[in-house]
């Protein structure tokens, strides 16, 4: 049975700093082939893509990222994996100081339900959720050319970081990276969320569903509870 509640979520919120975002562009297709020690960088916020296999490779292909209330269009350029990540093929951002690192990534392929992303920092484990195309929430007005279209829009990974290096691996396949954001500082600030939930549903700390597995803290039928 639905019901309508008003989620409390903890956000971090940027102070006096705006979002640093590395997307991809047409241009960045120009380094195919060689992408291993490649770094892509925004200001003091940078990612380096290892890719010793050669699998990892830059093509054209923009998609929507957000929530149904805010949304934006990447940049016209996806980082595509080419298989899992290992030793010889991952991620590794650097987080200038201590924020939000954002994850704007999908598996575009609707039949895999067990990749999953991990942020590990340190040796500890930050982040360990499948990402879901059934995640995707439909919009319309997206697309200028029938207004009444409904265009997929896909949830964006939110993970606090310490400053320095936070390892982004997908141990289980291929992933498509849209853009990495990062988010410094700031101080928690409270906001209300009207959400329209179904019972038994899990939703994380800024609102959004995400699948039962999800690690962290989540609100499960209107109580905070910690996912192990």
């Given at each position: ?114 990749r ?29 050319a ?10 964006i ?39 329209e ?6 939703y ?25």
């Amino acid at each position: 049975m639905k019901k309508i509640f008003t989620l409390i979520a903890i956000a971090m919120m940027a102070v006096g700093a705006q979002a640093q975002k590395i997307a991809f562009t047409e241009e960045d297709k120009a380094a195919k082939g060689t992408l291993d020690g490649k770094v892509f960088s925004n200001g003091d916020f940078a990612i380096t893509v290892t890719d010793t296999d050669g699998k990892v490779e830059l093509d054209a292909n923009a998609q929507w990222f957000g929530t149904a209330e805010t949304q934006e269009k990447s940049a016209g350029g996806r980082l595509k994996s080419g298989g899992k990540s290992s030793s010889k093929n991952n991620i590794v951002a650097k987080a200038p100081t201590a924020g939000t690192l954002k994850i704007w990534a999908r598996t575009g392929s609707n039949s895999a339900t067990d990749r999953n992303i991990v942020v590990t920092q340190e040796e500890t484990e930050l982040y360990n959720a499948i990402v879901e195309e059934a995640l995707a929430v439909k919009v319309k007005g997206l697309d200028e050319a029938d207004p009444e279209k409904e265009t997929n829009v896909y949830p964006i990974i939110s993970v606090e970081v310490k400053a320095g290096d936070v390892a982004i691996t997908y141990p289980v396949g291929s992933m498509n990276f849209y853009a990495f954001e990062f988010v410094a500082g700031g101080s928690a600030s409270v906001k209300s969320i009207n959400t329209e939930v179904q019972s038994g549903a899990v939703y994380n700390m800024a609102g959004q569903q995400v699948n039962t597995q999800y690690k962290g803290l989540v609100i499960k039928n209107g109580k905070k509870m910690m996912n192990k």
